[in-house]
């Protein structure tokens, strides 16, 4: 995924942010007596509505959580959990995955088997992945509600027919990524009328979908704006991408049945259009990410 491997994962620059996110973002609720748990998450707004929604459920079940939201990149918050500093964090299935083999490709878009390899690389560590949700930020390709409407497209392979009349928008290294046009191409047998360098996701993308010079574009599966700007997501129904739903990680020290429990039932309640409303009350409304969590919590009748 584009977005994972740059601009969120790989800024070992902000490890001097993360110790200061830590030293004031450590709030323990006073009304846990099962234990204590830290709950910590990455530097960006959607790890901290997950990191929310986990450390409110665990606390309403009586445990003690210490916060420390957008403690940094993986490079910092990977050590820190192999350390203890933390127990917990919102994952992604394949990136973590390809984070914890040092990048040996072992990642696929079958979530089951990419989760399956995640705990074998994470148990001797001490370390463990839960139940992944059904809910995924990965690379995705969209198309506006009217194009939807017209050829009546729900997922990637109602795009082979027609690919000869659409023209697709991305970032300029799509034509040699495998998980872009080549990929495309070889997994669902689409050839487009054209392709259109662009921006990754990018403000160029949505132009190009607002004036009708693209029909489709790469965007992001959980990006905030998507009901906005009246786009909708294609399934990848054969897995093109890496399977990056979210799971939790956890030490295996604090994962005992009810921890666990807890945890894959909020899970559960979490799919890719679920995330996407949740991260646009935040990035699009200025909600904090400790409101939008709670309000989700009591909708679903967690608090209950």
């Not at 054209?194 to 959980?222: E, H, W, Y």
Request: glycine share 8%.
């Amino acid at each position: 995924m584009i977005r994972k491997l740059g601009s969120r994962w790989l800024l070992a620059g902000l490890v001097v942010f993360a110790i200061a996110a830590a030293a004031c973002g450590s709030t323990p609720s006073p009304s846990g007596n099962k234990g204590n748990i830290t709950v910590a998450g990455f530097n960006f707004p959607e790890s901290s509505i997950l990191a929310e929604l986990y450390a409110q459920a665990l606390e309403h079940d009586g445990y003690t959580v210490t916060r420390k939201l957008r403690l940094g990149t993986r490079e910092v918050v990977g050590p820190a959990i192999k350390s203890g500093q933390i127990d917990l964090y919102p994952g992604y299935a394949a990136t973590d995955l390809e984070f914890y083999n040092g990048g040996a490709g072992e990642a696929t878009g079958d979530v089951t088997a990419t989760v399956q390899k995640l705990n074998a690389r994470l148990q001797p560590l001490g370390m463990q992945a839960l139940t992944p949700s059904s809910a995924v930020d990965q690379n995705a390709f969209a198309v506006t509600k009217a194009t939807a409407q017209q050829y009546n497209l729900t997922k990637l392979s109602d795009l082979a027919p027609i690919g000869d009349k659409l023209v697709l928008g991305a970032g300029p290294e799509c034509p040699t990524r495998p998980f872009c046009l080549p990929g495309l191409e070889k997994t669902y047998g689409i050839h487009f009328k054209s392709f259109k360098a662009l921006d990754t996701d990018g403000p160029a993308t949505r132009a190009a979908f607002a004036n009708g010079t693209i029909q489709v574009g790469l965007v992001f599966s959980s990006d905030s704006d998507l009901n906005k700007l009246g786009l909708v997501v294609l399934q990848d129904d054969k897995h093109l991408e890496n399977a990056d739903n979210v799971v939790p990680i956890i030490r295996q020290k604090v994962a005992t049945d009810e921890v666990k429990n807890v945890l894959n039932k909020v899970s559960a309640g979490l799919d890719t259009k679920t995330l996407v409303t949740l991260n646009g009350q935040v990035e699009l409304n200025h909600q904090d990410a400790d409101a939008v969590a709670r309000a989700f919590l009591q909708q679903h009748n967690y608090f209950s």
